[in-house]
């Protein structure tokens, strides 16, 4: 698991980058730190126990097989990336944004994407169990062909998004919004509404 020692710098909240003694944010060696980020994503090494939040990965093509492990990147802004075939294991990316991105044949579990955006993203043909996407804003996305078991979707705004094709047991819809989103081949019977909230097929 990542540090939960706090950041040196004063009045920071943030958690420590590895042993540095400061946040990623307020670290000397931030371009370094994010240049050793997308080097471990792209050539397949993996990322382990860090914490990189507030930061911007931008173009980032993670080899497949790529593992992400027990870290954690909230309030990060990943733009045109891809992570296909890749693990995300028990890892926060709490209040981030997701522009262009896309998830392929991925295993993620026990994750947080709590508060996050996506916007013109795809997660397809993915195993997405036990992760909470409370609260988070979806608009001309994908999200189709997934395992989205035990998932927790509620208090969510889905617009113009695409859940076709899914397994949707115990997946938590309670006090979403959702508008133009197909469940087309899914099963919403078997997921948590609200009675007084209806669904589309």
Same mark, same amino acid.
């Given at each position: ?56 990965v931008i173009g980032v093509k993670a080899a497949k097989g790529c593992t992400i492990m027990a870290s954690n990147f909230?309030?990060?802004? *990943?733009?045109? %990336?891809? !992570?296909? /075939?890749?693990? $995300?294991?028990? &890892?926060? =990316?709490?209040?981030?944004? *997701?522009?262009? %991105?896309? !998830?392929? /044949?991925?295993? $993620?579990?026990? &994750?947080? =994407?709590?508060?996050?955006? *996506?916007?013109? %993203? ?10 909470? =996407? ?18 927790? =979707? ?48």
């Open positions: 698991m990542f540090s939960l020692n706090k950041c040196a710098s004063p009045g920071c909240p943030a958690f420590v980058y590895k042993d540095t003694g400061y946040c990623y944010h307020h670290n000397p060696d931030k371009d370094a730190i994010l240049a050793s980020l997308k080097k471990q994503l792209e050539d397949g090494s993996g990322v382990r126990d860090v914490s990189i939040v507030n930061a911007e909230s309030f990060t802004v *990943f733009e045109d %990336c891809v !992570f296909e /075939s890749a693990a $995300i294991i028990e &890892s926060f =990316f709490d209040y981030c944004i *997701f522009r262009r %991105c896309t !998830f392929r /044949s991925d295993d $993620i579990r026990y &994750s947080v =994407f709590a508060g996050s955006t *996506f916007i013109e %993203c795809r997660i397809n043909d993915s195993t997405v169990i036990h992760n909470s =996407f409370m609260g988070i804003d979806a608009y001309d996305s994908d999200f189709s062909a997934n395992d989205f078991y035990f998932s927790n =979707f509620s208090l969510s705004k889905l617009v113009d998004t695409s859940m076709e094709d899914c397994n949707l047991k115990r997946t938590n819809f309670r006090a979403s919004l959702t508008k133009n989103v197909s469940f087309r081949y899914s099963n919403p019977e078997e997921a948590f509404f609200r009675k007084e909230e209806g669904y589309t097929i």
